[in-house]
């Protein structure tokens, strides 16, 4: 028998894989379905970039492989798709810069990461196999994004319903329209007092535009003027995620402005007391829900009205510390608040304009960060407390923002970081309002925690949660404020000036207003064009200018509604679209009635809470955005019926990063591995000699320590590439790659395949007949991977799997029926091998479907056990006796040892000490 040929084997498996469809899953309704219990493993989807996958990518696809194939083995229906977040703006700017079209350098990249991925011998259903940038498939994405349009936000029923039923309670005056435009959803009692409601009006009584505008500021996707991190020369609006802590643009470093631009935003913030509710019920690692929370960020607390001395105008504050608003000593408003130029006079505008001008620059994280110098302008103005009546200055800084609670606070030096440092930096008074609790010594400034209230008047005494509540009462008693709650979370900023993203399927009529298009005029494409490069400028105050812009013959079509021209959007929408959704294209990718039939999600997805993808692996990068994205667009299609689950995805792990090791001269200069070499045990510049220091970080190719997959799996092979990965450490733990350790797990695999197989220079262990040894070291065997898989600790099944075939090799002799099952127990792990040796062993099909090797339990305990024996503590030998050996039984045996009674020889046992199944103490005189 030739030797264990990875090359040949692998090649020979994918293609029969391949060639049969070995892993298409058949959906409900198909011919070929048959009724097992489902379970829908799920990848982050890739984004194929031009530099493919290194091998720290392939981590949790090797993880997930491993479940599929172990829950295809024990029954279930494995759902386990593949595909690619292909929009979004590196492959543009990529294209850019070539003088390419982005879907050719797009449709590139995927050729190559699938080349890749399949290399791998992953078991996934490539029938489902979707990119983001299909035709058909943003075509559902413009559908949903639809449904967010056509919807508003029930604050009865915190839920979403359509436009047309809000519409509907309007005509029938079940709902008012306030003096500002707001609507009144509870009106109940109103009408009681008066015939008419004062200070609203009704629907009838709105002229047709003012109904348009209504509409669409309660609608879940609306357009908003907002401040954007403005990129002149990228010509787009970036994410504060895609902005540098230096202000500048991620992708190509350029410099980013804080500008108030119209744009297209999602309502997710009414949706923030279900997201902060419903986490609660999925299985997640508890610091990304507790991420989530913080992201979301509720607080409970007042907001207060301060007058304006002088004038008739008031400042809205929210403070999450009522109980210490006799120790604010100053106000500050964020640069952005609308009330800034009627605050400031005319002594301090020169001042002001210049500080705002700079402010206005900054990112939010930057503004945000502690510890940073405290900056602020005074704006002339008093504000009166209304706890005391003190006049209260009022000053414009950068560290408060508009984003949150009003966009101005009460500021309490005393007993808050940012405050206390404010006032110490400009010299305003610092009073304390709260005694730390203990015996009256603590140092109050900058205490933060509860305590007794003192130097507050009625609060005096009272402890923090108790002065709290009252200080509420207080001014709700006096119509200064009320109780509230505030949320960190903002509406969700969807507008890209780009073109390689999915067109927004929108138009803009001046009839008609704002209109989306109808269903059966989707997808609306993107048009093609030969110049999608943005307009690009070094001036911040440049206006967007869309690529789309340049489609002048695309750009008008008629209004869907009342049939003359209007004109399209002309911004895109971001990355994130496609991937809120894509687990459930899967489901149903060629469906071109619907984004997925409702009996395959049912199936698949199972109903209520605990339903979702049932087990969704990747980075902890996406902690927040992706995931919480894409909870938000699923609760949206769970209230307009469209999916029976609450929530997407019911368990979640994330794999740790796979670092590298850098090498660095004493330059501090990353030096490519192309230029290292081992010598002596170190590790040297190839050219200078020089010793390199090495040390442990994030694979990149700036650092020159990125190994490529290829190069691996063509020299050890793919299954020696998925075991070593899994072998590494446990797999939510980061560990750095070494391909120095990669050819030990080759050399089990060798083995293995001489056990079963044998080659030119020794025969398999093979016989006939079962050896007895050998079984009951399987059954554990079976017991110990089976358990290690379902709590995804691949690299304890792998030990195991390496403790059993050292076994084999020590007993000389493993039974057919046994190294069946043996191969069968590996498969998940070394798939091409595996299938392989089950050839060999004799069998014609595949064996992804055999069942995984059962285990009897009487097998996995001993029938003997050894016991340690200690002569008054010290080690003195060791008996072995029957596992359910009463105590006497293991005395005597104890005693019968010539080594333990030579130390009791002319002693008297006084005491004896037995801890079953472990040891034995006496203690003699």
């Known amino acids: 028998m030739a030797g264990y040929d990875f ?54 696809y090797t993880a997930t492989d491993i479940i599929s194939r172990y829950k295809r083995m024990t029954g279930f229906n494995v759902m386990h798709p593949m595909g690619y977040d292909a929009f979004g703006l590196p492959a543009e700017q990529y294209a850019v810069t070539h003088g390419v079209h982005p879907r050719e350098t797009t449709e590139k990249n995927i050729a190559n990461i699938e080349r890749q991925i399949k290399m791998f011998g992953f078991s996934y259903d490539w029938s489902r196999r979707i990119s983001t940038t299909d035709v058909e498939y943003y075509r559902w994405t413009q559908w949903i994004f639809l449904q967010l349009f056509n919807s508003y936000f029930d604050p009865a029923e915190l839920k979403a319903k ?42 009838y009584e709105l002229s047709g535009e003012e109904q348009h505008e209504i509409l669409d500021t309660h609608r879940l996707a609306y357009r908003a003027e907002v401040p954007v991190n403005w990129c002149p020369q990228l010509g787009t609006v970036l994410a504060n995620e895609e902005v540098t802590n230096e202000g500048r643009s991620e992708r190509g ?98 001042a002001m304009d210049t500080y705002i001008a700079a402010a206005v620059n900054k990112s939010d994280l930057e503004r945000q960060t502690e510890g940073k110098d405290k900056t602020g302008v005074f704006t002339g103005c008093y504000a009166i407390n209304p706890v005391n009546n003190e006049k209260t200055p009022i000053w414009v800084a950068d560290y408060v923002m508009m984003g949150y609670g009003t966009g101005a606070i009460m500021a309490v030096p005393g007993h808050d970081t940012r405050d206390f440092e404010f006032a110490t930096a400009f010299d305003l008074p610092i009073l304390q309002v709260v005694q730390p609790d203990g015996d009256g010594d603590g140092d109050w400034q900058g205490f933060v925690g509860n305590g007794t209230s003192v130097n507050s008047g009625f609060l005096d005494g009272m402890t923090t949660p108790d002065a709290k509540a009252k200080m509420i009462d207080w001014l709700e008693d006096q119509s200064l404020g009320h109780g509230a709650t505030n949320y960190k979370l903002r509406d969700w900023l969807f507008s890209r000036q780009r073109y390689w993203g999915e067109p927004f399927p929108i138009v803009h009529c001046d009839e008609c207003g704002t209109v989306g298009l109808n269903d059966d ?5 993107l ?7 943005p307009a690009s400028s070094d001036d911040p105050d440049s206006p967007p200018r869309p690529p789309l812009g340049k489609m002048t013959d695309w750009i008008t079509t008629p209004c869907p509604l009342c049939g003359k021209d209007s004109r399209r959007e002309l911004n895109t929408m971001p990355q994130w679209a496609g991937s809120c959704w894509y687990f459930l294209r ?58 029976n689950t609450v929530e997407p995805f019911y368990k979640l792990y994330n794999q740790g990063m796979i670092t590298s090791f850098t090498y660095r001269d004493s330059r501090g200069i990353a030096i490519p591995y192309t230029h290292c070499e081992s010598r002596d045990g170190k590790m040297v510049h190839t050219e200078t000699g020089e010793v390199l220091v090495e040390s442990v970080e994030k ?19 793919a299954d020696t590439f998925r075991l070593y990965e899994m072998f590494m450490g446990p797999l939510n733990a980061s560990k750095p790659w070494n391909t120095r350790d990669v050819p030990g797990v080759f050399r089990f695999l060798q083995r293995a395949w001489r056990m079963v197989a044998g080659d030119e220079n020794s025969p398999a262990l093979l016989t006939e007949a079962d050896q007895d040894d050998v079984e009951k070291l399987l059954h554990r065997l079976a017991a110990k991977v089976g358990d290690d898989i379902e709590q995804m600790k691949f690299n304890t099944a792998i030990a195991a799997m390496m ?77 072995s006796v029957a596992a359910d050996a009463d105590e006497a039984t293991i005395l005597a045996a104890v005693q019968a040892d010539a080594k333990v009674a030579a130390h009791l020889e002319g002693k008297a046992i006084v005491k004896t000490i037995v801890v079953p199944g472990r040891l034995v103490n006496l203690i003699a005189k």
């Open 253 to 350: 470093n350029f410099p980013v402005y804080r500008r108030a631009l119209k744009q297209w935003m999602l309502r997710i913030t009414a949706y923030a007391e279900r997201l902060l509710d419903d986490i609660e019920d999925v299985d997640w690692p508890e610091p990304i829900k507790l991420m989530q929370r913080n992201w979301i960020g509720k607080s409970t607390g007042a907001e207060v009205e301060f007058a304006i001395d002088g004038t008739d105008e008031s400042l809205l504050v929210y403070t999450t510390r009522p109980d210490t608003l006799f120790g604010a000593t100053y106000m500050v408003v964020a640069p952005e608040h609308p009330l800034v130029d009627t605050l400031t006079t005319a002594e301090q505008k020169s």
């Open 699 to 717: 694979m990149s190719k700036g650092l020159g320590n990125v190994v490529n997959p290829d190069e691996i799996i063509g020299e050890f092979g």
């Open 803 to 879: 403790e059993f075939v050292n076994a084999v090799f020590k007993n000389g002799a493993i039974g057919q029926s046994q190294a069946e099952r043996f191969v069968l127990i590996l498969a998940p792990f070394a798939p091409h091998l595996a299938e392989e040796l089950w050839s060999i062993l004799g069998h014609g099909e595949s064996m992804a479907y055999e069942p995984f090797p059962s285990f009897d339990e009487a097998m996995l305990t001993d029938d003997t056990v050894e016991l340690a024996v200690q002569v008054c503590g010290k080690m003195r030998g060791k008996v």
């Open 162 to 203: 359509p436009i047309s039923h809000l519409v509907h309670e309007l005509e029938n005056e079940n709902y008012l329209i306030g003096m500002g435009g707001e609507i009144v959803f509870d009106t109940y009692g109103l009408e009681a007092i008066a015939e008419e409601v004062p200070l609203t009006r009704k629907w």
């Open 521 to 525: 005029q989707l997808p609306l494409e």
């Open 527 to 533: 048009p093609p064009m030969d110049d999608f490069s």
């Open 7 to 60: 090359t040949k084997i692998e090649a020979k498996w994918q293609a029969h894989w391949q060639d049969n469809q070995t892993f298409r899953q058949p959906n409900p309704g198909d011919a070929d379905f048959v009724e097992r219990d489902p379970y829908y493993v799920l990848d982050m989807f890739p984004y194929p970039s031009g530099a493919g996958l290194h091998v720290g990518h392939p981590e949790g």
């Open 586 to 643: 899967y489901l149903d990718p060629k469906n071109t009635e619907s984004f997925c039939d409702a009996k395959i999600a049912d199936y698949w997805l199972g109903e209520g809470k605990s339903g979702g993808v049932d087990l969704y692996v990747g980075g902890a990068e996406h902690a927040v955005l992706h995931l919480l994205y894409s909870r938000f667009w699923h609760k949206v299609l769970f209230d307009l019926g469209h999916v």
